[in-house]
């Protein structure tokens, strides 16, 4: 079993920034891929980013791309998710998850076997 629990989360005006955080425990952090999905309200739960076990291999929604950044340190067993330039588009209940090592880009919810319980973002506009 893998246990994640996010931080970080919050309210922030238009063009602003958040950083979120991943704790991971419970297996080898470095075995596993880990990503960002995010839920807006009356909506389904939506591929944010992705990054390799091994932290060389990324990708990103289109909405997020060059706004947002992924990456891990493994040696904290945490994966954040820095948010910058935000728009009221962007405001979800945030989640990471996590898959032992695959070669699959990882952009789906089917993809994955552990999910934290997630962190507000709201951002006014």
């Known amino acids: 079993q893998v246990q994640l629990v996010e931080s970080g989360g919050g309210l922030v005006q238009a063009g602003g920034s958040l950083r979120l955080s991943c704790a991971a425990s419970?297996?080898?952090?470095?075995?596993?891929?880990m990503g960002w999905f995010r839920q807006a309200p009356g909506k389904e739960r939506e591929f944010v980013a992705h990054i390799s076990w091994g932290g060389d291999k990324n990708n990103y929604a289109d909405s997020v791309k060059g706004r947002f950044t992924i990456s891990r340190g493994n040696a904290k067993n945490t994966v954040y998710l820095q948010m910058n330039k935000l728009k009221p588009e962007d405001t979800a209940i945030y989640y990471c998850a996590a898959r032992f090592r695959s070669g699959n880009a990882g952009r789906n919810t089917w993809d994955y076997d552990y999910w934290g319980q997630g962190t507000q973002v709201t951002v006014s506009s």
């Open positions: 419970g297996r080898t952090f470095s075995d596993y891929d």
